[in-house]
Structures are given as C-alpha cells and as structure tokens.
C-alpha cells in the first residue's frame, strides 16, 4: 500500500498550482495565445498540460499552504510574474499598432478603423494590417516557442517562493524598456511619415501658387496615394526592424 504523507501531497498541489498560476497568467495577456478569439477553455487546458509538464522539474518549492496568508501572497507573485512576462511581449505588437496608427493619421484614413475585441478599442486598418502581417513574421520564426521556452526558464531565474526585491534591477530594465519599443513604433512609421510631409509642404506650395486649385479635392487622393505606394514600397523592408522588436521584447521577458 502506497502512504502519502501532508507534506508530500502539499508538495504535489503546489509544484503544480503556482506554476500553472503563472502560466495562465501570462497566457492570459501575451500576444496570440491571449487573443479573445481563442475559447477560454483552450488556453486553460493548453496551461495545465504545459504545468504538468514543468512541476516534476520545480526543486525548492516551499511546503506552505496554498490558502494561508502567505501561500496567498506567493500566488499573487506568480501572477505579477506571468502577467509582465506577457505584457512585455504585448508591448512590442502595440508598437507595430501604434506606427500604422501614425500612417493612418498622416494619409488621413484615421476614419478608417473598426471594433478589435483583442483590445476592446477602435483600431486604425492599417496599423490591424501591419498586426496581422507581425503575427504572421511572429509565427513563421517560431518566437511563439521562444515565448514558451522563456516562460519554462523563468522558474529558474525567478523560483517559487524567492524574494521580487532580489531581482529590482530586472523589474527595473524591464519597465524602462518600453520606451525604447515605443520609439521603435515611430521609427518604423517614420520614412512614410516623412514622404506624407513632403507631400503635404509640396501641396501648400502649389495652392500658394495657383490658388484657384481646392486643395481639399487633390489633396486627399495624393496624400493616399503616396501613403500607399510608400508602404508597398516599405513592407518587404519591415521585417528586420520588426523581428528586432520581437527580440528585444523575448530579451526583457527573459529576464537577462
């Protein structure tokens, strides 16, 4: 007969609910699998098969019990962990969103959006484009098991139960990393932000000198059209800067 002791069943219960703890939360808000479109019911599946498979590898995971004061403050930190690990990835898509909203915006198709449930707000057309063509990049170089793999290390850089404040300086960086993926957004929208100006200074030219043109009738289908020829021109150019912002987010989410 096989006997189980209550601190070897306390063992089994929290290598497997704090690790899950975790893993759901950073499924809950990380690019694509957080995605609305996906039922619920997978992801919650997806996370405890994935928990199965990382709690026989967990050492140190504190006897404590889960539903005491200080079993409840360690699960609140799984939680934090998980969803920043996923927030910071979510970070490098919203650039991408925000540089075809500043496309948008200078065509002057900021009309142009629709409902995203993703993101429960009206997104611009083109920055869901641009979205939809960084998921694909996403994908297509398999980050979303770098995603994984990252998340899986985390027990190690970041165990069960150890003290946030030891790892300040990586909270830290994290953080301050978002402006640099921000900037990023601009940057890539800027060489079309910056045909769209000369476009806009050569149109205020022209009704200066004949101002019997309406400016208003020639005005919208240029400033269209170039915003369209230039991003044709630009999208096999967008991938290097892109994948360079998914590296930067995967570096953060690591923890390095």
Not at 187 to 198: G, T
Request: proline residues 6%; aromatic residues 8%; glycine residues 8%.
């Amino acid at each position: 007969m096989i006997h189980l002791s209550s601190n070897q069943l306390l063992l089994w219960i929290n290598s497997f609910l704090w690790p899950l703890t975790r893993i759901l939360g950073m499924l809950a808000v990380a690019p694509i699998v957080g995605s609305a479109a996906i039922p619920v019911p997978i992801k919650i599946s997806f996370g405890v098969a994935l928990a199965a498979l990382v709690a026989p590898t967990l050492t140190n995971v504190p006897l404590i019990d889960p539903v005491s004061v200080e079993g409840m403050v360690i699960t609140a930190q799984q939680v934090i962990i998980g969803t920043a690990m996923g927030f910071t990835l979510q970070i490098a898509f919203a650039c991408v969103d925000m540089a075809g909203e500043l496309i948008s915006m200078s065509m002057g198709l900021g009309f142009a959006s629709f409902y995203d449930p993703q993101t429960k707000a009206s997104t611009p057309a083109l920055g869901q484009f641009l979205t939809l063509l960084a998921t694909i990049l996403f994908l297509s170089l398999n980050l979303h098991l770098v995603m994984i793999s990252t998340l899986v290390e985390s027990f190690t850089k970041l165990p069960i139960g150890g003290n946030l404040h030891d790892h300040a300086s990586l909270w830290l960086h994290l953080v301050s990393t978002a402006a640099v993926i921000f900037s990023s957004g601009v940057q890539l929208a800027l060489p079309i932000i910056a045909a769209l100006l000369v476009t806009n200074i050569a149109l205020g030219i022209l009704t200066r000198a004949a101002p019997q043109l309406n400016l208003f009738g020639i005005g919208f289908p240029i400033t269209m059209s170039v915003g369209f020829i230039m991003l044709l021109i630009l999208i096999p150019y967008l991938a290097k800067p892109i994948q360079l912002i998914f590296e930067i987010g995967l570096q953060n989410t690591a923890l390095h």
